[in-house]
């Protein structure tokens, strides 16, 4: 599955520089409503789910991706209006998970689930796929990450940071094969800065996305490669 992660400049560097991407924690997201979009009608019960929210978040994180990349609400929000960039992957298809977008919240026997010590698998996808329908433009597609499978360093605040591996080659064994990169319409990102961040023997396919002249919708030029100057000895990891 072809899939498009928005992200600024500076954090398409590192993930270029590192080879890696930022795996985002479950308590972190945007939405307050992660994992708790289910229809109770007690305080115990969203208590219960809370907690069970909390456990989820020591145990898993999650990467965000969108089917597109033309709705220009996407690139203001997540690329740093229009100055980012887009990072187009190829994901296994088996790992994707679609969210599914629903004007009401769903019901979920919390309480019984919790008394059993689990929740089934299709609960578990449905608390981890279900958002409010507002979200929809994102066409969001995620990939979950279980953290003690995962590289781990603490940030400048004494704060543990999750990666996940990405690859520019088709034959790695990596979940994430980067196969190109999008520039945003006002993005200053050039494409030696790009060079520098790859190794010698990278090719990166890259596009510069424009305004459509007949809708609201940004699309991309032609792609045009960029070659990488880096050595091998110059490979550091950064947080």
Same mark, same amino acid.
């Given at each position: 599955m072809?899939v498009?992660?928005?992200?600024?400049?500076?954090?398409? %560097?590192?993930?270029?520089? !590192? *080879?890696?991407?930022?795996?985002? *924690?479950?308590?972190e997201?945007? !939405?307050?409503f +992660?994992?708790?979009?289910?229809?109770?009608?007690?305080?115990?019960?969203? $208590?219960k789910l +809370?907690?069970?929210?909390?456990?989820?978040?020591?145990?898993?994180?999650? %990467?965000?991706?969108? +089917?597109?990349?033309?709705?220009?609400?996407?690139?203001?929000?997540?690329?740093?209006?229009? *100055?980012? /960039? /887009?990072?187009?992957? +190829? =994901?296994p298809? !088996? =790992?994707?998970i679609?969210i599914?977008?629903?004007?009401?919240r769903f019901?979920l026997? /919390?309480?019984?689930?919790?008394? *059993?010590?689990? &929740?089934?698998?299709?609960?578990?996808?449905?608390?981890i796929s279900?958002? &409010?329908?507002?979200?929809?433009?994102?066409?969001?597609?995620r990939?979950m990450?279980r953290?003690?499978?995962h590289f781990?360093?603490?940030?400048?605040?004494?704060?543990?940071v999750?990666?996940e591996?990405?690859?520019?080659?088709?034959?790695g064994v990596d979940?994430?094969?980067? =196969?190109?990169?999008i520039?945003?319409?006002?993005?200053?990102?050039?494409?030696?800065? =790009?060079?520098?961040?790859?190794?010698?023997? !990278?090719?990166?396919?890259?596009?510069?996305?424009r305004?459509?002249?007949?809708? &609201?919708? %940004?699309?991309?030029?032609?792609?045009y490669? /960029?070659?990488?100057?880096r $050595?091998f $000895?110059?490979?550091? &990891?950064r947080v």
């Amino acid at each position: 599955m072809i899939v498009y992660h928005f992200t600024p400049s500076e954090f398409a %560097i590192k993930a270029l520089r !590192d *080879r890696r991407l930022k795996i985002a *924690r479950i308590n972190e997201l945007n !939405d307050p409503f +992660e994992f708790c979009a289910t229809d109770f009608s007690d305080n115990g019960t969203q $208590s219960k789910l +809370e907690t069970f929210k909390n456990q989820v978040n020591e145990r898993y994180g999650v %990467i965000c991706f969108c +089917e597109n990349y033309h709705d220009p609400v996407l690139w203001s929000h997540y690329a740093d209006s229009h *100055r980012g /960039v /887009v990072l187009v992957f +190829e =994901i296994p298809d !088996d =790992i994707a998970i679609r969210i599914d977008y629903q004007p009401e919240r769903f019901k979920l026997a /919390v309480n019984a689930a919790i008394q *059993r010590g689990s &929740f089934t698998e299709s609960d578990l996808t449905q608390l981890i796929s279900t958002k &409010f329908s507002s979200w929809g433009y994102e066409k969001e597609i995620r990939m979950m990450c279980r953290l003690n499978d995962h590289f781990c360093q603490m940030d400048s605040k004494g704060k543990k940071v999750y990666f996940e591996s990405l690859s520019l080659e088709s034959y790695g064994v990596d979940a994430l094969k980067l =196969i190109g990169l999008i520039r945003g319409v006002r993005c200053d990102l050039k494409p030696a800065d =790009i060079a520098s961040e790859l190794l010698a023997v !990278d090719t990166l396919p890259v596009q510069d996305a424009r305004l459509d002249s007949s809708s &609201f919708q %940004i699309i991309a030029g032609e792609t045009y490669p /960029v070659n990488g100057v880096r $050595s091998f $000895s110059a490979c550091c &990891f950064r947080v």
